[in-house]
């Protein structure tokens, strides 16, 4: 049941997504087929990351306020806890939205793996009525072969996916350690949660990229270049 209603939901789909874009690209490129597959889930995704976005922001403007309410019950944890919580929702900010963007994405991510694992193929019985097989399949884009793994775009998935997270985290400190024996869970587990983000979650994708034939890391690639892209642009309009 699982797997009918994987290929019904997301597989087929995606598959004929990306048969349809090398059929009508030029030079039927699977590369640039991926590039524009990315761009288009991009923007069905673009209410919800934009949502994140905005809630990254606001988190960057509450430290201040956070910051007083540590300092301020340093000694009641329990009311620290109480205080954040409150300014949290008087606020409307949730402060692990940021990362529903990118587990929403992780579906689309292992059903690429399906399609290119074995190498893309036209497979007749899983296209619509409606989506032409193309003549060809490219599967060479710029220097890289899609269907075999590429060191060069693991580490740049791993980079922009760096360099994606510290721009939304911005100067963002991290929270202090807790003094010893007053260890709070809140504030050691956001500490955690921050520097995996920022440092530990890009290398993990880095090798998780290398592992897998390199279409997939150019979907990845792409995809935080433009989730970069769509930064700056709400960054611009909020300050407008």
Same mark, same amino acid.
């Given at each position: 049941?699982?797997?009918s209603l994987w290929n019904a939901v997301l597989y087929r789909p995606l598959y004929n997504v990306l048969i349809f874009l090398v059929a009508v690209l030029p030079g039927q490129s699977v590369g640039l087929a991926i590039i524009v597959l990315t761009f288009l889930v991009k923007l069905?995704?673009?209410p919800l990351s934009? !949502?994140?976005i905005r809630a990254q922001q606001a988190m960057r403007e509450l430290e201040p306020e956070l910051r007083k309410i540590r300092e301020t019950? !340093?000694?009641? !944890?329990?009311?620290?806890a109480k205080k954040t919580m409150e300014l949290y929702k008087e606020r409307k900010v949730t402060p692990f939205s940021g990362c529903l963007p990118i587990v929403i994405q992780i579906p689309v991510i292992i059903a690429l793996y399906w399609i290119f694992w074995k190498g893309l193929s036209i497979q %007749?019985? &899983? &296209?619509y009525g409606f989506v032409s097989a193309p003549a060809t399949l490219d599967l060479h884009f710029l220097m890289f072969d899609l269907s075999a793994k590429s060191v060069v775009l693991a580490i740049s998935a791993g980079f922009t996916q760096y360099l994606q997270t510290d721009i939304s985290l911005g100067k963002q400190p991290l929270p202090p350690k807790s003094e010893p024996g007053k260890a709070s869970f809140q504030e050691d587990f956001a500490r955690s949660m921050q520097l995996q983000m920022r440092y530990i979650f890009p290398v993990l994708i880095s090798f998780f990229a290398y592992s897998l %034939?390199?279409?997939v890391a150019l979907y990845w690639t792409t995809s935080n270049i433009l989730g970069i892209g769509q930064e700056f642009l709400l960054r611009r309009k909020r300050s407008s």
């Open positions: 049941m699982f797997s069905v995704l673009y934009g !949502k994140s019950h !340093k000694d009641d !944890k329990q009311l620290q %007749p019985e &899983l &296209l %034939p390199s279409a």
